[in-house]
């Protein structure tokens, strides 16, 4: 795993920035897409942007690549997981609310 989705040997910056922060705004972006029942390819959309942030954070202040196709892919990846988690969750529980005599026994 040493140098496919991190730099270097800075493990502890991929998960701050990548999985925490860049996960964390993804899956508040996937939530906020499915509370206003937005469809779902609208987080792959924001994802993509969402990766060039989370990217140019690690050139900024850490002092990464800021153009390299394979670290923005992994970064993406993350906040694509983290936003289809978020965005599912939501959904469900809105589903369920809305729409809950479908799931009446019968």
Request: include cysteine; charge should be positive.
């Amino acid at each position: 795993m040493h140098g496919i989705f991190y730099e270097g040997e800075s493990f502890g910056v991929f998960l701050l920035v990548t999985v925490f922060l860049g996960g964390g705004a993804g899956a508040l972006a996937g939530r906020a897409i499915a509370l206003t029942w937005r469809p779902a390819p609208m987080v792959l959309a924001y994802m993509i942007v969402l990766g060039w942030a989370v990217r140019f954070i690690h050139f900024s202040l850490f002092g990464g690549t800021l153009l390299s196709l394979q670290y923005y892919a992994a970064d993406t990846a993350v906040a694509i997981a983290c936003a289809s988690a978020g965005f599912l969750y939501t959904r469900r529980r809105q589903m369920a609310r809305q729409y809950g005599f479908l799931n009446l026994p019968s």
